[in-house]
């Protein structure tokens, strides 16, 4: 199709803005046509989305990530574990479990000092968000603890930092304690579909997550939410997971996207190697982050925990499904992590920079 030199700019602009936005998926023509996101996706509409073309779903998240937010920005993350191991949740998955025979011995809670020097590191070299994760349930008579961590919040905010913590189930009037502390975002994952949920935790109900998830919308923190990729689910898992986090009202804003880290001596491990297992593809992850881009257009998109064990072009993909958020340093809880010096490498050789703390205000078109 050829644009005529007569036409107006504006009407260039116009023409040029329909000719790379067409698709012929009617249901993400309608997403991205919407001025504010909507809470109601049916999981047919989600499932049309989640099954387009890969080129053209990678396409189209493209655009709807370019509506709202800057495309060469990515913000940079650092996760640091102050109170490992010990949890007495039987997730399979997880090192940290008291049920799950790692060999990894549980920590008390680290001191506010730590924390402080940690997170210092961390700003010198680049990022952000800082979060702070425990190995805990819940904070049900954890008073002095939560009162640390709240300390922990404030100091961290006062070097300019965003900060997140995931401390386990919380109530309305412990989030709040920790939003009045300064607390820019509360991490509670949902890990994957209601339906396959059962098959990978018994010790804590998918509503019980979702509670903690409104506990915290109702003190006015932000809701951070997301799950984990190569559980063993299915495709239809995977639609069934964005369907809880795009049915949220508001929407997360942010969510980490987790790929499995293997862990030896968590039950995941055995049931890998097990006949019928649904391995994960880069294919899966680009089309989940694609959807959740597309449906959930202002949200933060984070490739969090197995970063490391994907290529550069892998990750460089993810970016382009809609990713916009890294976890940089030394370590993820118990996994490895990227290092500073090699993701900074890697994202001024893509032409990427670093968001500012507090950057993450829609852009709108």
């Known amino acids: 199709m050829m644009i005529s030199s007569s036409l107006p700019i504006a009407s260039k602009r116009f023409v040029f803005r329909f000719i790379h936005t067409n698709t012929t998926n009617p249901i ?10 909507k809470n109601d996706w049916t999981r047919e509409e989600l499932r049309s989305i989640y099954k ?23 913000q940079m993350c650092t996760l640091m574990n102050i109170k490992t191991g010990g949890c007495t949740e039987d997730c399979k998955y997880c090192a940290q479990s008291s049920k799950n025979d790692t060999g990894l011995e549980a920590e008390s809670l680290v001191d506010v000092k730590s924390v402080i020097n940690q997170a210092k590191e961390a700003k010198k070299h680049g990022s952000t968000r800082f979060c702070l994760g425990a190995a805990w349930r819940d904070m049900n008579g954890r008073k002095s603890a939560l009162k640390k961590i709240s300390e922990m919040v404030s100091k961290v905010n006062e070097l300019g930092l965003e900060t997140c913590v995931t401390l ?32 990978i935790i018994s010790t804590r109900t998918y509503d019980d997550r979702l509670k903690t998830i409104q506990n915290v919308q109702k003190s006015g923190v932000k809701v951070c939410t997301g799950g984990i990729l190569g559980l063993g689910e299915s495709e ?4 069934g997971f964005l369907e809880t986090l795009s049915n949220m009202n508001p929407y997360p804003e942010s969510i980490p996207i987790n790929r499995l ?22 294919e899966d992850m680009l089309r989940t982050i694609a959807t959740a881009r597309i449906t959930m257009p202002k949200s933060i998109i984070r490739l969090a925990a197995g970063r490391y064990t994907m290529k550069e072009y ?27 010096e090699e993701d900074k490498a890697m994202l001024a050789k893509w032409g990427l920079t670093v968001m500012e703390p507090f950057e993450n205000d829609a852009k709108i078109e």
């Open 28 to 37: 993400i023509s309608y997403a991205l046509s919407l001025k504010e996101p």
């Open 52 to 74: 387009t073309p890969l080129l053209e779903l990678v396409h189209q998240a493209q655009l709807q990530h370019r509506r709202f937010h800057q495309p060469n920005k990515v």
């Open 168 to 199: 386990g189930m919380v109530t309305e009037k412990q989030s709040k304690q920790l939003g009045e502390a300064g607390l820019t975002a509360y991490n509670h994952n949902v890990d994957t579909s209601r339906e396959h949920y059962k098959n």
């Open 236 to 239: 239809e898992d995977r639609i």
């Open 261 to 282: 880290v293997p862990i030896e001596g968590t039950p995941i491990v055995e049931e890998l190697n097990k006949p019928g297992f649904k391995k994960l593809t880069l």
């Open 314 to 340: 892998e990750q460089i993909m993810c970016f382009m499904a809609g990713c916009n958020s890294i976890f940089s340093g030394k370590k993820m809880l118990t996994t490895l992590c990227n290092s500073w």
